[in-house]
């Protein structure tokens, strides 16, 4: 400035955050990625990957943690895994369950892989609470089961404190036993097809109708919009049928009962209580959770006491993120029919599963 000159008037400077809905769009798409990019940061960064398969904790008989070092050289570890929930091929396959609330071949998978990279194991206990589910993936899981114990040469148990029904007492089948609380339910030996049909409301009520065009007489089977031809019901009649069968195999060859008795009097769909289940020969031993490692020293012949290696899922940023997720959705969406909420419209599909 130069010296006698009068000052200059002040300026005014006008900050505009925002002043329309572009403005507003774009201020959330900046927090938007912003939030994502922290996220991939952090995620980056964490201990835990995206590939973490989960870890093992030392439990003993009441199910107390326990450091390694209080596991003597004559004590036995025994593997654990806790599985609860819908049995489903995919962890999406209910979305509004929540994937806490659904067991998939992949979730035993990981813990089987935890479990064979801890070694030394003198068996291992599925504990299962399950009213059962897909019928491809309930037979899965039991192969997959099957499978682990005989690679790795170790007794496997099932164990059940509230209900072990349908498609998990079908996982069960693998097991050298199968112990159960007394007032467990287990049974539910049968198979299910639900179809949803609206053809009425939608047509005379609503006036919405469906076209189909198809390939195949069959493409559209389970269309909702239509009753199911005689053709489709024989179709799906068989269906039940043969995985029925398949069934009662398993239980017939697992538990050592003669098929007919399987068929006639086991596969009604009925569920017991584990103290008659015991007296059908559905399980070997009624028992509380507290009491199983004392059944299991004498099964595996420990001279010291049985010790759990706990299988422990991953807790990492994306699995906390994930679980938020799906719970904020079960809480803010209300829970549809079987048929739409974990299959959708068009796709029949066979289930092991005790219906409440």
């Not at 990625?33 to 439990?59: M, P, Q, R």
């Not at 008989?61 to 091929?89: H, K, N, R």
């Not at 068996?123 to 037979?139: H, N, Q």
């Not at 422990?312 to 909420?341: D, I, N, R």
């Amino acid at each position: 400035m130069i010296p006698g000159s009068p000052a200059p008037a002040p300026r005014t400077v006008k900050v505009r955050l925002v002043s329309g809905p572009l403005d507003y769009l774009r201020l959330a798409l900046r927090v938007l990625f912003w939030g994502l990019v922290l996220f991939a940061a952090f995620a980056a960064f964490e201990t835990d990957s995206f590939t973490d398969k989960g870890h093992v904790a030392y439990l003993d008989a009441d199910f107390e943690e326990v450091a390694w070092e209080d596991i003597g050289a004559d004590d036995s570890v025994v593997g654990l895994v806790d599985l609860s929930g819908t049995i489903a091929s995919f962890a999406d396959a209910d979305v509004l369950s929540g994937p806490g609330s659904v067991v998939t071949p992949d979730v035993v998978r990981d813990a089987l892989s935890v479990m064979r990279a801890e070694g030394g194991l003198s068996g291992l206990v599925i504990r299962f609470e399950t009213p059962g589910g897909e019928v491809a993936a309930s037979d899965e899981i039991r192969n997959i089961l099957a499978t682990f114990k005989t690679r790795e040469e170790i007794p496997l148990y099932f164990y059940s404190s509230f209900v072990l029904a349908s498609g998990g007492y079908y996982a069960a089948c693998a097991a050298d036993k199968v112990f159960a609380a007394k007032n467990a339910e287990v049974g539910s030996i049968g198979v299910i097809i639900e179809l949803l049909n609206f053809r009425k409301l939608a047509t005379d009520t609503l006036g919405v109708n469906m076209k189909v065009y198809k390939s195949g007489e069959f493409k559209d089977m389970g269309n909702p919009f239509r009753e199911p031809t005689p053709a489709e019901e024989t179709l799906l009649a068989r269906d039940v049928r043969e995985s029925m069968e398949a069934f009662v195999a398993e239980v017939a060859q697992s538990r050592k009962i003669p098929v007919a008795q399987v068929r006639e009097k086991l596969g009604t769909g009925e569920v017991w209580s584990g103290r008659r289940a015991k007296e059908l020969g559905l399980v070997d031993d009624v028992l509380y959770p507290e009491e199983l490692a004392a059944r299991l020293k004498a099964e595996i012949d420990s001279k010291g006491e049985v010790f759990y290696a706990a299988y422990q899922p991953p807790k990492g940023l994306w699995h906390t993120l994930e679980t938020g997720v799906h719970a904020a959705l079960s809480a803010a969406v209300p829970k549809l029919p079987l048929p739409v909420a974990r299959k959708g419209f068009h796709t029949p599909r066979l289930y092991y599963l005790l219906q409440r």
